[in-house]
């Protein structure tokens, strides 16, 4: 009778070494931060599964109510001079700018921020260009920033969404 509870106790044993646990998500980080004359702030947080679509969630804070703003991730992590330092949108493929949910668009465009009447913004999108891990669309100490103004999916190589408001650099979480 004991060598079956020994038997068992290894067997059990066995299977749990054999087992791994699933791989943690990889996740990073955005603290925007208001650029001069600006009150705009708040976090973008990107999670991805292996082999999965990046999630991007944002909460932000300090926008005129009701109203619509450009976002987008830029190229460089240096949000020096108001955020210009981050230099243009993301776009290592050479797209032109574009909707975010459209074949022909920049890494770094993402959908418009719609702020309440109480001047906040969430986005919870998913993005299947980008990634945290490596390869051409990482967006790892890159910047993300928001616009004054709404993009209008179609201006070159901008969308017109006019100053930097906001920027932040992208880490890792």
Avoid: W
Wanted: aromatic share 4%; proline share 7%.
């Amino acid at each position: 009778m004991p060598y079956r509870f020994l038997l068992l106790a290894l067997s059990t044993a066995a299977l749990a070494a054999c087992s791994t646990p699933a791989p943690q998500p990889a996740q990073a980080i955005a603290k925007l931060q208001p650029t001069s004359g600006s009150k705009v702030s708040g976090d973008v947080k990107f999670t991805q599964k292996e082999g999965q679509q990046v999630m991007i969630s944002a909460v932000i804070y300090g926008l005129k109510p009701n109203s619509e703003h450009g976002f987008h991730i830029h190229d460089k992590g240096d949000c020096g001079d108001n955020g210009n330092a981050a230099a243009g949108h993301f776009n290592p493929m050479g797209n032109p700018h574009g909707k975010y949910d459209t074949t022909q668009h920049h890494m770094g465009d993402l959908p418009s921020l719609k702020a309440d009447s109480n001047g906040v913004a969430s986005v919870n999108v998913q993005s299947r260009d980008i990634t945290l891990l490596a390869g051409p669309g990482n967006v790892i100490d890159r910047a993300v920033i928001v616009h004054a103004q709404p993009d209008d999916y179609t201006t070159q190589p901008t969308g017109n969404a006019g100053a930097r408001i906001a920027c932040a650099v992208i880490a890792r979480n």
